[in-house]
């Protein structure tokens, strides 16, 4: 799932960089002090990181969802800012998942680094020349991914595998 934070912030940036609203900065303010709560927990143990949020971000969160409705009622539904809250507002359940769980985290950066190979990947695996060649290179993908799970590095454990396979037997 997008991160509601980050959706807002791209939306508000939009088509005209060059005119900045005082509304949008202003919801980058609230966000950002959320983030430097996160930078001096991070690292922590996921009960801590609770607490700590329940104590320092909730009352944040919950100045920044009633500032954002305030301000929503303001707003012509065409302005750029209004649909970034719009976005930020319907997703509000799942923008503070986050107060009740010390494991997730505020953004989903590392989620999407994560998948970012694979969809980089995508377009390549349109060229596999057959559905064969397709189901060859998922496995390959599978087999990789798997061992970057284990902590094992693909590049050696794939050339350690093709030298030993030459003198394996093939029964």
Same mark, same amino acid.
């Given at each position: ?40 927990? !991070? ?9 700590? /949020? ?23 539904? /065409? ?28 953004? !989903? !950066? ?21 559905? /064969? ?16 799970? !284990? ?21």
């Amino acid at each position: 799932m997008a991160d509601p934070a980050e959706n807002a912030r791209r939306k508000v940036q939009g088509k005209k960089p060059a005119v900045i609203s005082l509304l949008a900065l202003e919801a980058a303010r609230r966000i950002n002090a959320l983030f430097e709560i996160e930078r001096s927990i !991070n690292g922590e143990t996921p009960e801590r990181r609770q607490a700590s /949020r329940q104590e320092l971000s909730a009352p944040l969160v919950a100045d920044l969802e009633t500032w954002m409705r305030e301000q929503h009622t303001k707003l012509s539904r /065409r302005d750029d800012v209004t649909k970034a809250m719009d976005d930020m507002l319907k997703r509000w359940n799942a923008f503070t998942r986050f107060l009740d769980d010390g494991r997730i985290c505020l953004s !989903n !950066n590392a989620a999407e680094r994560a998948v970012r190979g694979t969809a980089m990947e995508r377009k390549s695996w349109l060229f596999c020349g057959s559905d /064969r060649g397709g189901d060859r290179a998922a496995a390959m993908y599978s087999l990789m991914v798997t061992a970057k799970m !284990n902590d094992v590095d693909p590049p050696a454990w794939l050339s350690d595998v093709l030298v030993r396979i030459a003198a394996h037997p093939v029964h």
